[in-house]
């Protein structure tokens, strides 16, 4: 199964965004430039996260994003539907009523190979369920013996992180 450029661009601007202050936004742009992405390609991933409730929009000059949710409230699973779409990966066209010899009728047993695609996808949709934007942050921090995985992240959303004021 192939998934587009746009689920890693997704889930590592969601994990980015996760190190915001409460009252802080980062743009499209700053999110582009840190992962070095293209930032019109991202901008539709952007606005499908926030469609689907796991970003939050802040519009005008001193605008952009930040969570809608906390990060142990938001897993891959959530990302993947929202930039994937929650259509199954594997569809079953039914080929067994094309071609020269097709079945007759209309085949009264499900296809054995559409029934198997979808307990696979169940099964890996269910471990994306598993893991949150936090675990994925902890196994992160964990990994990073030296620190300077975070420092890196800290030291751009020192220079990038817009504050919006409190209402």
Do not use: W
């Amino acid at each position: 199964m192939k998934m587009s450029d746009g689920v890693e661009q997704a889930i590592h601007s969601v994990a980015m965004l996760a190190g915001l202050q409460s009252n802080g936004v980062l743009s499209a742009g700053a999110l582009a430039e840190f992962h070095g992405v293209s930032t019109s390609y991202l901008l539709k991933h952007l606005q499908a996260l926030s469609g689907a409730g796991l970003l939050i929009a802040q519009p005008g000059p001193t605008g952009g994003y930040r969570l809608a949710r906390t990060p142990d409230q938001i897993t891959l699973l959530d990302v993947v539907l929202a930039v994937e779409g929650d259509a199954p990966a594997f569809r079953c066209s039914e080929i067994r009523q094309r071609g020269p010899n097709p079945l007759p009728g209309k085949p009264t047993a499900p296809c054995g190979i559409n029934a198997a695609m979808l307990r696979a996808e169940r099964v890996y949709r269910d471990e994306l369920a598993k893991v949150s934007i936090a675990d994925v942050l902890g196994d992160l921090r964990a990994k990073d013996t030296d620190g300077a995985i975070a420092a890196r992240g800290c030291a751009f959303l020192e220079l990038n992180e817009r504050r919006r004021n409190a209402n």
